[in-house]
């Protein structure tokens, strides 16, 4: 009886004592990213929206009531929201087949073609506004071969978006789908089923995850656009986000500025919960492999014609408006825009714009480490399926900052953070720690559809053999995300570098980034700070796509087993 007594005993006991460590494992891990986003993001916004809305210590809500009455406010509602599920599905309709291509195809120029794909999306907001209005603007390159002008329709600003969001999808859904097991799809089409059967039923429902993920990243970027929708759409159309910048820096109503940003809050709030909602209903554990054996050259007429499309597409949508760039910064002769950035004597600026290099570059390094540890952290707490309720919901929380608005925060930091203990505005990290907050959501979204495709047996195994949860994130998890960790943190670096709507706030005169020395020198009237502002953002091309490169040869680097 004793015996029997302790056979039975025994495995409970461990169980609990497993059960407390998962506990206790979970509440760490959890822990410093909520606190992050606590400073860093609810407080500054929450004191912005109570400065709009307290008159005198007395809160004021029966503005909201006032502002949605406005017919303008509604009409800035309908036209951001519209514009933006039009701007994802166009997105997804022409990004899904480079998703594809760069997944499953191995072709010569790949990983410098990757690379070339992804710098758009760091561009600065106003410089693609700008790119796209040469394009098919008034005396741009459609206005003079045939006399077509885009810039008065919203197909400038829709194609726009797609510009600027086409990496999202081909890098989200193309770095799962690399993994995913192509024998899935191959024993379907054994067993009968057509090539466009079997990858509907076989292949789209593994990657949904991935495709809901890009698709919630794209929608909460079009629906919160600024510059581009600034620039192209003129007085015709307008987003909540510029919005919100007009009424805080043009009209000066904090008020009215105050009630857009929670309507917009509120917005994408709810959908984030609609997303975690739908994506924990299809979660499941996938057969992953190893990416470099599910890569092969194109086979047969049809995946050429393929290839040769996603090139095509690549080449007319993304490179024209960057080779136009580049062309405008070359206008003055003997390199006279690049020469002119070493001067500090425009007025500008309290240094030579030159500097912003190096600025940008040490602020991304540091932007990046934050994103990747915060990120790392909440993307490993969400992967548990013994998770609580407030986990869970902290995935959506982690979204917000791609849909509140960039005005609201930077206004934020500037308001909240000038007292102790967090008296951070004369510190550097201040434009490191807004930079990550936009990177940490691209850090979660990347690791966690890979996170969730590893077979939870495995882990189960491992603790059931004594491992502890440091042990089996390190021996389970890590070998099959490292891939996807290298993705983040490339998309972090990239994020930082391009990040805009914040800085602009925060960034000191003495030490301006590329975002914000591009935005200043557009904003001046001037030949000459016209063509310095293509120059610096042809160099922050340059700067991505070096980067983007390094890091696509150490992910090549990895799979091989050089490092």
Not at 199 to 207: C, D, E, F, I, K
Not at 267 to 290: F, K, P, Q
Request: glycine letters at 8%; hydrophobic letters at 55%; a positive charge.
């Amino acid at each position: 009886m004793d015996l029997a007594r302790t056979e039975v005993t025994g495995p409970t006991e461990a169980a609990v004592r497993r059960d407390r460590r998962g506990s206790a494992a979970r509440l760490g891990l959890i822990a410093l990213p909520v606190a992050f986003f606590a400073a860093f993001f609810a407080y500054p916004v929450a004191a912005i929206v109570a400065r709009g809305l307290k008159v005198d210590g007395v809160w004021r809500f029966g503005r909201i009531g006032e502002v949605l009455a406005q017919s303008d406010v509604r009409h800035v509602l309908w036209f951001t929201t519209w514009q933006a599920l039009v701007s994802t599905a166009l997105t997804l309709l022409i990004a899904l087949p480079g998703a594809y291509v760069f997944a499953r195809f191995d072709f010569r120029g790949k990983q410098v073609l990757r690379a070339a794909v992804t710098v758009p999306f760091v561009l600065p907001t106003v410089v693609v506004g700008t790119a796209f209005l040469a394009l098919v603007g008034r005396g741009g390159l459609l206005d003079e071969l045939w006399g077509v002008r885009l810039d008065t329709t919203v197909w400038a600003i829709l194609l726009a978006h797609v510009f600027f969001n086409y990496a999202v999808v081909v890098r989200t859904v193309g770095g799962l789908w690399a993994q995913l097991d192509p024998r899935q799809e191959e024993a379907a089409r054994m067993l009968g089923a057509s090539p466009w059967k079997a990858w509907r039923q076989v292949t789209l429902p593994a990657l949904g995850p991935a495709v809901a993920a890009a698709a919630l990243m794209v929608f909460l970027f079009t629906f919160t656009s600024f510059g581009v929708v600034q620039i192209l759409g003129g007085p015709t159309f307008s987003t909540l986000e510029v919005e919100i910048y007009r009424q805080t820096s043009e009209i000066f109503d904090l008020s009215t500025a105050a009630v857009l940003t929670l309507i917009q809050f509120v917005a994408v709030g709810a959908i984030l919960a609609l997303h975690a909602w739908t994506v924990r209903r299809r979660e499941s554990a996938l057969r992953l492999v190893d990416a470099s054996v599910t890569a092969r050259r194109p086979r047969g007429a049809g995946q050429w014609a393929l290839l040769g499309g996603v090139l095509v597409t690549v080449v007319v949508l993304l490179m024209l408006p960057l080779a136009v760039l580049v062309q405008r910064s070359l206008d003055a002769p003997g390199f006279g825009y690049y020469r002119a950035l070493t001067r500090a004597d425009g007025g500008v600026f309290l240094v030579p714009p030159i500097e912003a290099i190096g600025n940008s570059l040490e602020y991304a390094v540091a932007a990046t480490v934050i994103a990747v540890v915060i990120g790392g952290l909440a993307a490993v707490a969400l992967t548990r399926r013994d998770a609580g309720r407030f986990v869970r919901g902290f995935d959506a929380l982690l979204m917000l900052p791609l849909g509140v608005s960039a005005v609201t925060v930077g206004f934020g930091f500037l308001i909240a953070l000038d007292e102790p203990p967090l008296d951070l505005r004369s510190s550097w990290i201040l434009v490191p720690l807004a930079q990550a907050l936009v990177g940490v959501p691209f850090v979660v979204r990347t690791m966690l559809p890979v996170l969730r495709a590893v077979d939870v047996r495995l882990r189960e195994a491992a603790s059931v053999l004594g491992a502890s949860p440091w042990r089996v994130w390190r021996e389970v998890d890590l070998p099959m995300v490292r891939r996807a960790l290298l993705i983040a943190a490339g998309f972090a670096f990239a994020v930082s570098l391009g990040e805009f709507g914040a800085t602009v706030f925060i960034a000191r005169p003495d030490n301006p980034t590329l975002p914000v020395a591009v935005a200043r020198l557009l904003g001046r009237p001037g030949d000459l700070n016209y063509g310095q502002a293509m120059a610096l953002s042809t160099i922050l091309m340059v700067v991505c796509a070096v980067a983007l490169l390094v890091l696509e040869r150490l992910r090549t680097a990895d799979r091989t087993g050089e490092f």
